[in-house]
């Protein structure tokens, strides 16, 4: 891959910065991918192309090369995913499509028209003329970010779309990373009177650092006292949908897992909840307790200590 | 999902230049609930158009015009392709007309009917 950056771009030793950049313009239009969709074999070339020219268009990276301190690999790059890569059909590029006209046709309708007999092809008056053709719609691809709450919950989001009206996406709750909703007939316009396609809307769902989602159940870490471990006691746990009481029985450590029945993600089937899993954390006191001290000081495990002696 | 801030130092772009991409409807980012959110295909676009500026030195009347005429292009070229996607899901016989017109088609393209 580290040919000669000069022979790459055709050009001499001593070209000057013009005849470099003339020359790699020249290259650029026969290759880069996005000027040239078609030809697939362009991505490879161009790689080599536009590393010459990165090279050889800095001038002091350019001297540095002729002195032989480096290669032609040094200025290599991971090469960017091209806009031909969308606009051939992956999600991402509706935004950019049918719209060539403003008024009238796109460019697709046209041809689709013409090979059905619409407008009168060369055999147009035995082609079917009046056959009508009506073809649905093309979907549109989007990817919408929402809050983990928000996939709990559910609720509304507003997505101004670039080729038509705002869209009012209803959230259902419980909705998961990656999922993808199907708004019917928001898509793209049919040809001939054919339905509109659909919008679909690759759901992201941002990670909460308090809640940890596995399948249908959410994990959740929760400090308590030095003497709610010990003792067992009442302690208020935060849930998606709010502060819920919870008991924890004595001699609690940590790593003891309770579970909040109930509490979990909304099931994506047959209704109901999945469940919390609370995973205690022992805190010791902050800033720490002089008494604590003294305690432990005196303490040895498996004797009884004097019990309320001091008191 | 890339939001302003990133979209402008991914690209090391200045504000008013994004700005004037968007006024010119050469990026149309998506809008949720008041703020711009950039897709990749939105990234690999400004990629172009930056190329076409600084590498090319086309003016903004001829990026202009070339963004028109390129998604014109990939237009035309989906739509060849879901020609062809249906050609190949035909039954043999018919896909073995389409090719022979076809091939007459382009032999005599002046010619607009076979006698």
Same mark, same amino acid.
């Given at each position: ?20 950049? !003339? ?23 161009? !790689? ?25 690999? *040094? ?43 619409? =407008? =009168?092809?060369?055999? #147009? ?60 007939? $928001? ?26 989602? $596995?399948?249908? +159940? ?23 949908? =709010? ?27 047959? #209704? ?29 495990? *498996? ?9 | ?23 010119? *409807? ?15 295909? +939105? ?73």
């Amino acid at each position: 891959m580290s040919a000669d950056p000069y022979q790459t771009l055709g050009v001499s030793r001593t070209a000057s910065a013009e005849e470099i950049r !003339k020359a790699y313009r020249t290259l650029a239009k026969r290759y880069h991918p996005d000027l040239n969709p078609a030809n697939k074999a362009a991505e490879a070339r161009f !790689k080599e192309i536009a590393t010459a020219y990165a090279l050889l268009s800095d001038a002091e990276q350019r001297a540095r090369f002729d002195r032989g301190e480096i290669d032609a690999s *040094g200025a290599e790059t991971p090469p960017p995913r091209y806009y031909r890569e969308y606009a051939s059909g992956a999600p991402g590029a509706g935004a950019y499509r049918g719209g060539a006209g403003e008024e009238g046709a796109s460019t697709a309708e046209d041809i689709l028209a013409e090979l059905f007999g619409r =407008g =009168g092809g060369p055999r #147009g008056e035995q082609g079917g003329g009046e056959a009508h053709f009506r073809m649905r719609g093309q979907d549109v691809h989007y990817h919408l970010q929402i809050p983990f709450l928000e996939a709990f919950h559910g609720g509304h989001q507003r997505l101004a779309m670039p080729h038509g009206p705002t869209l009012d996406v209803r959230i259902p709750p419980g909705v998961r990373d990656g999922q993808i909703l199907r708004l019917r007939g $928001k898509g793209l316009p049919g040809f001939g009177g054919g339905p509109h396609g659909d919008a679909l809307i690759e759901i992201k769902v941002e990670p909460d650092p308090r809640f940890i989602l $596995k399948g249908d +159940d959410i994990h959740t870490e929760l400090p308590i006292s030095l003497s709610t471990a010990v003792l067992g006691g009442r302690v208020t746990v935060p849930t998606p949908s =709010g502060p819920v009481a919870m008991n924890v029985p004595e001699n609690a450590n940590t790593g003891t897992v309770l579970r909040l029945r109930g509490k979990g993600m909304p099931k994506a089937e047959g #209704g109901g909840h999945g469940d919390q899993y609370v995973t205690l954390l022992v805190k010791l006191p902050e800033p720490p307790d002089a008494a604590l001290r003294a305690f432990v000081a005196h303490w040895v495990p *498996g004797q009884a200590p004097h019990p309320r002696e001091g008191e | 999902m890339t939001s302003t801030e990133e979209f402008l130092i991914t690209l090391r772009l200045a504000p008013a230049t994004l700005a004037l991409w968007i006024e010119n *409807g050469w990026l149309k980012p998506l809008e949720v609930s008041g703020a711009r959110q950039f897709q990749p295909a +939105d990234l690999a676009r400004a990629r172009l158009i930056r190329t076409l500026a600084e590498d090319f030195a086309v003016n903004e009347a001829g990026i202009d015009l070339f963004l028109h005429l390129l998604d014109q292009m990939h237009d035309l070229h989906r739509a060849l392709h879901g020609l062809a996607v249906v050609a190949q899901n035909l039954p043999p016989e018919t896909r073995e007309v389409l090719r022979l017109q076809l091939a007459a088609h382009f032999q005599r393209p002046e010619e607009s009917s076979d006698g």
